[in-house]
C-alpha cells in the first residue's frame, strides 16, 4: 500500500517562509502532488513533481527526491490567506486515484 | 481550469434515509471520478473509483451496498447514501481528472456536508 508522512501542525508570521516536509512509501511511484484546502472547502492544485528537483510557481515551490522518497512544500512571503491545510499526495502506475497524506495545518499570524 | 461541481452542498437527514450526492464535471469529460470521505480535521480517504458505464471500485472496507456510486454519463457521477445512520455523518468530496489536460492533476468538487440525525 501507500502511506505519507507530514507534520501534523505548523506556524509562521507574516512574511516568513515555511517549509512542509513529506516522506512516502509506495511502490510504482507515479508523482508528488500538493494540495491546499481552507476550512470548509475543497481542495485545490498548488503542485506536482514526477522528477528529482524543485518546481516554481510563484510563491509556492515544491521539492522531490526520489531516491529519499522524500518531497516538500516551501511557501514564501506567507500571507495570512495562506492559513490552511496542505496535504501531499501520492499517485502510482498501478492506482489511478491519489493517496493523500495526513494533512499539515499551517497557521500564519500577524 | 476545469471545474467539478457537487450537489448538493449540505445535507441534513433522517437515520434510516437515503441522501443522493452528483459530482458533475462541467467543461470536460470524465471517464474516472474519485469518491473521498473526510473527517473534521482529517485526510482525504478513498471510498471508490467511479468508472463511466462500468461498475465502481470500492476501497477496502467500504460497503458497496451501502455506499452506491452510479457513473451513468462521462460527466455525472452519483453516489447514494443508502440506510444513513448518524456515523455517515461526514464531508464527501469527488474529484475527476481532465485527461485532455494535465494528467496529474485532480480537479476537487467543493463538497457535499452530510448529517444523519
Known amino acids: 500500500g501507500q502511506s505519507l508522512e507530514q507534520p501534523s501542525e505548523v506556524t509562521a508570521v507574516e512574511g516568513a517562509i515555511v517549509q512542509i516536509n513529506c516522506t512516502y512509501q509506495t511502490s510504482g511511484f507515479y508523482g508528488l502532488s500538493w494540495y491546499q484546502q481552507h476550512d470548509g472547502g475543497a481542495p485545490t492544485f498548488l503542485s506536482y513533481?514526477?522528477?528529482?528537483g524543485l518546481e516554481e510557481t510563484g510563491r509556492f515551490s515544491s521539492f522531490l527526491s526520489r531516491s529519499d522518497s522524500y518531497g516538500y512544500l516551501l511557501l514564501q512571503e506567507l500571507q495570512m490567506k495562506d492559513s490552511a491545510s496542505y496535504f501531499c499526495a501520492v499517485g502510482n502506475t498501478g492506482r489511478r486515484a491519489l493517496t493523500f497524506g495526513s494533512g499539515t495545518r499551517l497557521q500564519v499570524q500577524p | 481550469g476545469a471545474v467539478v461541481s457537487q450537489h448538493p452542498s449540505r445535507v441534513i437527514c433522517k437515520s434510516g434515509t437515503s441522501v443522493k450526492i452528483e459530482c458533475r464535471s462541467l467543461?470536460?469529460?470524465?471517464?474516472?471520478m474519485f469518491w473521498y470521505r473526510q473527517f473534521p480535521k482529517k485526510s482525504l480517504m478513498l471510498m471508490a473509483t467511479s468508472n463511466e458505464g462500468s461498475k465502481a471500485t470500492y476501497e477496502q472496507g467500504v460497503e458497496k451496498d451501502k455506499f452506491l456510486i452510479n457513473h451513468a454519463s462521462l460527466t455525472l457521477s452519483t453516489l447514494t447514501v443508502t440506510s444513513a445512520h448518524p456515523e455517515d455523518s461526514s464531508f464527501y468530496i469527488c474529484s475527476a481528472r481532465d485527461t485532455s489536460g494535465r494528467n496529474y492533476e485532480q480537479y476537487f468538487g467543493p463538497g457535499t456536508r452530510l448529517t444523519v440525525t
Open positions: 467543461d470536460f469529460q470524465a471517464t474516472t
Open positions: 513533481n514526477a522528477l528529482d
